[in-house]
């Protein structure tokens, strides 16, 4: 199967190749004009984006292919009830890959799982966003040289923040990075994200002071309150400006430690923080492109990029309300087995025993 539905798929050494090739294409852009003449890309996007969705069309139209899609499923026949399932077997007939946006943690996995062409995960709930990581690692090493040895703060929304969560799970595969994981109480990782860290793969620490952790950072990310995955409106109101980057808080961090944001941001960066030398977030941009152009040539010329290993338990069950098998029809309930635990296949949360729920 050929999909990238989270980071964990691609080794260390592939992760590479995409650098590499997505710094040749900037270097060589008349090299890659025409790779992908005559293919078509379909973006099929049941949530709202900017960045990601114009950035693979863009990247295809660089590459020489086409594009079609939606940017809003109001407007298609999901909106009549057909099923995830159903609607990636049709694109299959129309595109050469698939890239799909959807509220439900784990929907690109069904997509992945019915579709005859690549899919790739454009952000599934508040799960994971693995092409945001991509454009993120390649933002960090042309900045700072290295994937290793850094210490990195997460800052804001780690609950619903699901670049937060790809990224976390990329720098795991790193020597000695070290994470600082800065939020409020009721925005801290989730369970099964914490799970995975206090299994012990990488040294990390939680606090609430952007302030105290600033001064020991190579790279601060900032994130946005999630408003849109808040169940109480209140609690957002109460959280929306729990950090607020400016340039005096700035100061205390180092002469070059590297300021990174997926965006969109609301307020939790100072628009004066922008032409501070460590501002790098505009640079994500520019770097999401090229690595989504290099992972196009990857799944569409390339080998395989296999899914884990699931599994069929009938005593199981996924207690994660927000994953697509407890409300999408006719999706097989499976798991995996990862950091010793079972976990669901399509969301990660850790399986529960059906008499349990
Ligand atoms: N970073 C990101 O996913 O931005 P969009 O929501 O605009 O795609």
């Given at each position: 199967?050929?999909?990238?539905?989270?980071?964990?798929?691609?080794?260390?050494?592939?992760?590479?190749?995409?650098m590499?090739?997505?710094?040749d294409?900037?270097?060589?852009?008349?090299?890659?004009?025409?790779r992908m003449?005559?293919?078509?890309?379909?973006?099929?996007?049941?949530?709202?984006s900017?960045?990601t969705r114009?950035?693979?069309e863009?990247?295809?139209?660089?590459?020489?292919?086409s594009?079609?899609g939606?940017s809003?499923s109001?407007s298609t026949?999901?909106s009549?009830?057909?099923?995830?399932?159903d609607?990636?077997r049709v694109?299959s007939?129309?595109?050469d890959?698939?890239?799909?946006?959807?509220?439900?943690?784990?929907?690109p996995?069904?997509?992945?799982?019915?579709a005859?062409v690549?899919v790739?995960n454009?952000g599934?709930?508040?799960?994971?966003h693995p092409?945001?990581t991509?454009a993120?690692l390649?933002?960090?090493?042309?900045?700072?040289?290295?994937?290793?040895?850094?210490?990195v703060?997460?800052c804001?929304?780690?609950?619903y923040?699901?670049?937060?969560?790809s990224l976390?799970?990329?720098?795991?595969r790193?020597?000695?990075?070290?994470?600082?994981?800065?939020s409020p109480?009721?925005?801290r990782?989730?369970?099964?994200?914490?799970?995975?860290?206090e299994?012990g793969?990488?040294e990390?620490?939680e606090?609430?002071?952007l302030?105290?952790?600033l001064?020991?950072l190579?790279i601060?990310?900032?994130?946005r309150?999630q408003?849109?995955?808040?169940a109480d409106?209140?609690?957002?109101?109460r959280?929306k400006?729990s950090y607020v980057?400016?340039l005096?808080k700035?100061?205390l961090?180092?002469?070059?430690t590297?300021?990174?944001?997926p965006?969109?941001?609301?307020?939790?960066?100072?628009?004066?923080v922008?032409s501070?030398?460590r501002?790098?977030?505009f640079k994500?941009?520019?770097n999401?492109k090229?690595?989504r152009?290099?992972?196009?040539?990857?799944l569409?010329?390339?080998d395989?990029?296999?899914?884990?290993?699931s599994?069929?338990?009938?005593?199981?069950?996924c207690p994660?309300?927000?994953?697509?098998?407890?409300s999408?029809?006719?999706?097989?309930k499976?798991?995996?087995f990862?950091?010793?635990?079972k976990?669901c296949?399509?969301?990660d949360?850790?399986?529960?025993?059906l008499?349990?729920?």
């Open positions: 199967m050929k999909c990238l539905i989270d980071i964990p798929q691609l080794s260390v050494g592939e992760i590479k190749e995409l590499d090739t997505a710094i294409i900037d270097s060589h852009p008349e090299k890659y004009r025409e003449k005559y293919k078509r890309l379909a973006t099929l996007f049941y949530e709202p900017t960045r114009l950035s693979f863009a990247a295809m139209m660089q590459l020489g292919g594009v079609i939606f809003n109001e026949s999901a009549k009830g057909e099923s995830i399932a609607t990636s694109i007939c129309y595109a890959v698939i890239v799909m946006r959807h509220p439900k943690d784990g929907a996995t069904v997509a992945a799982l019915n005859s690549p790739i454009a599934d709930g508040g799960h994971c092409t945001q991509l993120d390649l933002t960090i090493y042309r900045e700072k040289g290295r994937l290793d040895g850094l210490t703060g997460f804001g929304d780690l609950k923040g699901r670049t937060v969560h976390i799970n990329a720098l795991a790193y020597n000695n990075v070290k994470l600082k994981l800065i109480q009721e925005l990782l989730p369970s099964y994200m914490r799970q995975r860290l299994s793969i990488m990390w620490e606090t609430d002071s302030e105290d952790a001064p020991s190579d601060l990310y900032m994130t309150i408003q849109e995955r808040f409106h209140d609690e957002y109101i959280l400006d980057l400016n005096k700035l100061s961090a180092k002469p070059d590297c300021v990174l944001h965006l969109p941001r609301v307020n939790e960066i100072d628009v004066d922008d501070d030398p501002a790098c977030y994500q941009v520019e999401g090229l690595m152009m290099a992972l196009i040539l990857r569409v010329d390339g395989d990029v296999p899914l884990p290993e599994f069929s338990d009938p005593g199981l069950v994660n309300p927000r994953c697509v098998c407890s999408e029809r006719s999706v097989e499976k798991f995996i990862s950091d010793g635990e976990r296949f399509y969301c949360h850790k399986a529960i025993a008499e349990n729920k």
